[in-house]
């Protein structure tokens, strides 16, 4: 393997000579701003220094036959993000998952909803299903210690319950068999999850996201990765805006970065600096919001979120949350967002724990698709579209 730093004025300038000489299979290790030293030992200009990686191994695969990097399931997005999406997989927000999941998944989201009902009114959890699928019968030992592990990774306990029942319930009458059952298991929960492609940026007019969530989440470090990767990975012409005027800190890290990927940003505090600014960036592939943190009790910062984003016609809403928090918090922030409204989930700082059934439960809370997750405080990497087969793994602790 060979490992090499570029360097250039511009994130643009250091990738284009690694992909220069290093070739489209490059990986970023990482990238960081620095300043070359002045006279007298003053710092000098700035410069961005990007650390890749190139597998200089031989493979049995002919160059022709290799996967492009649009289909390559790889930690960074893919490069093709101009290309429309496949036709079955849909971008518009999942209202009811019945339409578009597997029978046996929406099997165990009704076990799962009865359970809550009966939570509800007073009924405790519902009976567990025996081999032959009467209820009131004892789970096998082998069918029990799943249920705990989903439970131990972090899955709320209503729904791993839900989710062991909807399996062994399909496989009544069969052996039991550990491997086969953490097979299904898996291929149950990523059926139950619902992931959306890279956007399809290929239409006239540009793609407007914008990401909310509350304080200390990652949100404005997530959107320079999706920003650096669609700029300079897929050469989209991507613009920022930031409405974080709270926070100095904020504007300026966002700032910063704009300088290193070389895109533009505007700040806008009112809806009128936000219309003049998607007004003048009417021929750009992607345009990106940030905004400030609200904590899920700051009834007044939500108030006047949620009315900014509500003048703005056609934008896509991201709800961004941690992968750690806790399930009464996670509950309180989708539940209190909801009201705000959002089409997207993504989940961040999957580095900082190993207990991934958070992912499950913030999707059963909210109901609405997985876009990206973050592992990390890299730029352009540690980022990846969501893909329901790898929430899946993460979420039964294989991965």
């Known amino acids: 393997m060979r490992v090499k730093k570029f360097v250039g004025t511009t994130m643009h300038e250091a990738v284009a000579q690694m992909r220069e000489e290093f070739g489209q299979d490059a990986v970023i290790l990482d990238t960081r701003l620095t300043r070359q030293r002045g006279i007298w030992g003053f710092l000098g200009r700035k410069y961005v220094e990007v650390t890749a990686a190139l597998d200089t191994k031989p493979t049995d695969r002919q160059t022709p036959s290799r996967p492009s990097e649009a289909n390559r399931p790889s930690k960074g997005i893919p490069k093709a993000a101009h290309s429309k999406p496949a036709a079955a997989a849909s971008l518009a927000p999942a209202a009811s998952d019945e339409s578009v999941v597997s029978m046996p998944a929406q099997l165990a989201w009704r076990l799962y909803q009865e359970a809550l009902k009966m939570d509800k009114a007073g009924g405790g959890q519902p009976a567990e299903v025996s081999a032959n699928g009467k209820a009131g019968e004892s789970w096998p030992e082998e069918v029990a210690n799943l249920q705990r592990r989903l439970v131990d990774n972090g899955v709320e306990r209503k729904l791993a319950s839900a989710i062991v029942q909807s399996v062994w319930q399909e496989m009544a009458g069969e052996s039991v068999d550990m491997e086969k059952l953490v097979s299904r298991t898996k291929e149950r929960v990523a059926a139950m999850i619902r992931c959306v492609p890279p956007w399809d940026l290929s239409n006239s ?44 800190a904020a504007t300026e890290q966002l700032r910063v970065y704009s300088q290193i990927i070389g895109i533009p940003l505007r700040v806008a505090g009112t809806a009128e600096e936000i219309e003049d600014a998607l007004a003048s960036w009417s021929g750009k592939d992607l345009i990106l919001i940030d905004t400030a943190g609200s904590s899920p009790r700051d009834d007044e910062r939500l108030g006047e979120m949620e009315a900014v984003l509500a003048s703005i016609d056609g934008i896509e809403r991201h709800l961004v949350f941690s992968a750690t928090t806790g399930y009464r918090d996670l509950a309180n922030v989708i539940r209190r967002f909801s009201e705000i409204g959002f089409d997207r989930l993504i989940a961040t700082k999957l580095d900082e724990t190993s207990c991934y059934g958070t992912l499950l439960t913030a999707y059963a809370l909210a109901r609405r698709p997985f876009s990206f997750l973050t592992d990390g405080q890299g730029v352009p990497e540690c980022i990846r579209v969501a893909e329901a087969e790898h929430l899946s793994s993460l979420i039964l602790g294989d991965a």
Request: glycine residues 12%; without cysteine; charged residues 15%.
């Open 205 to 248: 007019k540009p793609k407007v996201a914008v990401l909310i969530g509350p304080t200390g989440v990652g949100k404005t470090t997530t959107l320079a990765k999706i920003a650096a990767n669609y700029s300079l990975i897929a050469g989209a012409d991507v613009g920022l805006i930031t409405l974080d005027t709270y926070r100095i």
